[in-house]
Nanobody
Framework: QVQLVESGGGLVQTGGSLTLSCAASGRTFNTIAMGWFRQAPGKEREFVSCINWSGHSTWYQDFAKGRFTISRDNAKNTMYLQMNNLKPEDTAVYYC????????????????????WGQGTQVTVSS
């Protein structure tokens, strides 16, 4: 069993930065891939980024490339999403996600369904 708790969301102006954190409980954290999804009002949930168990392999959606950086600290059971040059279209609830069957980035991206979700943290970017 894994529990995920996000933090770090907030209100920021266009061009600003935020760093989201995801604190995980459970002994399997450092053996599985993790990721971030987001959902904007009135829109479907979309994949943002993911990272493999060791932190050495990452994947980003096109909109996140060059602006967002995913990382993890297995000693602290925490994953991060550094977001720079934020735009109003980045406004959404951001969710931390994991699944015990996904170890690599390939596993995670191809999974389609994920067992564990955090409660989400709101990111609002004002224009």
């Amino acid at each position: 069993q894994v529990q995920l708790v996000e933090s770090g969301g907030g209100l920021v102006q266009t061009g600003g930065s935020l760093t989201l954190s995801c604190a995980a409980s459970g002994r399997t954290f450092n053996t599985i891939a993790m990721g971030w999804f987001r959902q904007a009002p009135g829109k479907e949930r979309e994949f943002v980024s993911c990272i493999n168990w060791s932190g050495h392999s990452t994947w980003y959606q096109d909109f996140a490339k060059g602006r967002f950086t995913i990382s993890r600290d297995n000693a602290k059971n925490t994953m991060y999403l550094q977001m720079n040059n934020l735009k109003p279209e980045d406004t959404a609830v951001y969710y931390c996600v994991s699944d015990p069957r996904a170890v690599s980035v390939t596993d995670f991206v191809g999974r389609g369904e994920y067992d564990y979700w955090g409660q989400g943290t709101q990111v609002t970017v004002s224009s």
